[in-house]
Nanobody, 120 residues
Framework: QLQLVESGGGLVQPGGSLRLSCTAS????????IGWFRQAPGKEREGVSC????????YYTDAVKGRFTISRDDAKNTVYLRMNSLKPDDTAVYYC?????????????WGQGTQVTVSS
């Protein structure tokens, strides 16, 4: 069974940090670009970050630049999203997705999501 599983979400105070993990089973992430997305209540899903497969190039939406860092550990078949200086506006369900082509292309696999809540 091919699937992505996110973990690491939770409740954190403003200014705090979390590290999300996206682990693949049934296939290797080595050949996929991995994107992180989020969807807050009442809002559309938005792209947060992406890491390519060939050169490891990373991309971030403006709202998280300088605060979030995406990385990959192909040996562990896992991609991480380190989130620092969290704000209440970062509250959302976070999803990871895998694209065989590249960041910005269509995504082939999606995880089930992990909740991140930033609140005092």
């Amino acid at each position: 069974q091919l699937q992505l599983v996110e973990s690491g979400g939770g409740l954190v105070q403003p200014g705090g940090s979390l590290r999300l993990s996206c682990t693949a089973s049934g296939f290797s992430l080595n050949y996929y670009a991995i994107g992180w997305f989020r969807q807050a209540p009442g809002k559309e899903r938005e792209g947060v970050s992406c890491i390519s497969t060939s050169d490891g190039r990373t991309y971030y939406t403006d709202a998280v630049k300088g605060r979030f860092t995406i990385s990959r550990d192909d040996a562990k078949n896992t991609v991480y999203l380190r989130m620092n200086s969290l704000k209440p506006d970062d509250t959302a369900v976070y999803y990871c997705a895998a694209a065989i082509a590249s960041c910005g292309a269509g995504y082939d696999y999606w995880g089930q999501g992990t909740q991140v809540t930033v609140s005092s």
